[in-house]
């Protein structure tokens, strides 16, 4: 018998309609299992065609109770846009972990999108406070877009400001705020007013070895929840000390990222793991005065959570292209 | 513009036709760039679903001189022949280095059965005889046929001795000897026979942790080449020692299999590795009498310089399937 292989384009995967409500399940369940040490992800390596700050990753993972085993190989290009190309591609395989055999190619950019919106949102739930309604978003590309949609999903929000250095940004985030969600974005120019007065700030820039410290101390509110999803890039080292509970995704490679590569350089000592969080072996919010921060870096533990999800509602529905083997 | 992908099924890929002789020339060309340092390889990550010896490794390579950037996704699980399933399968994703974008997903069980042979081929070359013209292969699987095609390629064969536990292996191998490549190929039943009073002797079975020593102190000839693709599995001890060079295709990874992982823990030190050898940092064979082993472990590198080779003449020939990204 000829074995078949399902292939998922970008296209292919948008129109499987995987709602963002079950990916944020899912990614909360993995971090679950990896907190109890039950996901098989070594380290990801990469190659650096070009120089600069161009990369391709590997990024394994073995899911056992979620059955899913398989590989992310993403590109990241500074210069993509100038382009007119995005600056994250690639593909991710999903493999049977019975045989080894591949199951699925798909495109990875919306995966990645999602799942990165979802993790931040997994953060949220064990560290904001549950009523936040007030939402701050400095940088408005795509993360913007899918952390708007995926806090949405697990808050009550009412009011969402929205910074961004290129104008257009910001209003495309506050059009798609108003015209798919039904939510109120008001477009800001300062970026204090995306961060002062928010129970939940997401900053969603580039990422830089070298923070450009737009927020400074006393901007994030007491109580507050935020997620820094470009790392450190946006805050001033005293902006940094007011973190009452600083958290990453996970540890070994928040390790890895700063005491090889160079990053969070001048950040609090981390409290928990996001897998440490969801397992319950560390405590989130305790009051509602902290001040919670989570600095997630990306797993292919996510990616490998969701992919399966997507696998199966493509066949469902009839989408994709398969392949011989 | 939507961009393209090219996807080869494994039919796909050996309809292209890329030629052995082609396939020793780049992979000798690989390697002379690594000897020189001038690969990008970071380790192979791996998962291991299921225990036991199951593995899928992650091989990212990038070769500049080559303009080529890439990872094998290979599976490796012991009991799929069981299943009627192949022992290796897996895919190899292909990328443009100035964009990051991925080019082609093709199958990877053809490339690997060739470029490993193409490896022992380049080991050959510069550690046999060059009128090397009788050759025994012990273990007569993928690998023992494309052994045989490889070391045709460069050398003057007139005479080959199969031996195999399994009989029909050994026989298919003389079958395909005799149709394909009009060698004399005899089956022999005594391992012995396969290694005393050959110039090359490639022993190509499964891998294993504890060798079964099968070929003992005096059976390898004076002037004679080994190329381990088993690694050291059907060696004693004593028949190592009798090795005067022993060499690795990459010292990195050859350290890393004997300290980390158990494997070579009977062998000669190494001599030198097949970069070294083809940069000419280290000598090859020097004289008529030395007995040189090669144990190669495979590499990504040596996918990454077969690959373009493969894409290229797919477009030529209209091979494929183009798929949108």
Redesign the interface.
């Known amino acids: 018998m000829t074995?078949k292989l399902l292939?998922l384009?970008?296209?292919n995967v948008a129109a499987v309609g995987l709602p963002m409500v079950e990916i944020i399940d899912v990614v909360e369940k993995g971090f679950g299992e990896m907190g109890q040490k039950q996901v098989?992800?070594?380290?990801?390596?990469?190659?650096?065609?070009?120089g600069g700050d161009?990369f391709?990753h590997?990024m394994?993972?073995?899911i056992?109770a979620m059955n899913s085993?398989?590989?992310k190989?993403v590109?990241?290009?500074p210069d993509?846009p100038k382009?007119e190309?995005p600056y994250i591609?690639?593909?991710l395989?999903l493999?049977n972990?019975?045989?080894?055999?591949?199951l699925a190619?798909m495109?990875c950019a919306w995966i990645t999108a999602m799942r990165t919106a979802a993790a931040s949102a997994v953060s949220a739930k064990y560290l904001a406070r549950p009523e936040s309604s007030v939402m701050g978003i400095l940088a408005c590309g795509v993360q913007g877009h899918t952390h708007l949609e995926a806090m949405n999903t697990l808050f009550p929000l009412k009011k969402v400001y929205a910074f961004d250095t290129i104008l257009e940004q910001a209003k495309a985030l506050a059009d798609y705020g108003r015209d798919t969600l039904g939510l109120a974005v008001e477009v800001v120019s300062d970026p204090q007013k995306a961060v002062t007065g928010c129970d939940i700030v997401v900053t969603s820039g580039p990422i830089l070895k070298k923070p450009h410290e737009t927020i400074r101390s006393g901007w994030v509110d007491e109580g507050a929840f935020v997620s820094c999803v470009d790392f450190d890039s946006f805050f001033s080292r005293n902006a940094l000390n007011q973190a009452d509970k600083w958290t990453t995704d996970n540890l070994a490679q928040y390790t890895h990222y700063r005491d090889k590569v160079g990053f969070f350089q001048n950040c609090p000592k981390v409290h928990a793991d996001l897998g440490e969080l969801v397992a319950g072996l560390k405590k989130g919010r305790q009051n509602d005065q902290e001040r919670t921060f989570a600095a997630n870096l990306g797993l292919a533990m996510e990616d490998m959570a969701v992919a399966p999800l997507i696998y199966t509602l493509a066949k469902e529905k009839n989408i994709g292209?398969w392949?011989?083997?």
């Open positions: 074995q292939y384009s970008q296209k098989e992800m070594p380290p990801k390596p990469g190659v650096h065609p070009g161009n391709i590997a394994p993972a073995y056992p085993v398989g590989v190989w590109s990241g290009y993509n382009k190309l591609n690639g593909l395989i493999n972990p019975e045989t080894g055999l591949p190619v495109d292209t392949l011989p083997l």
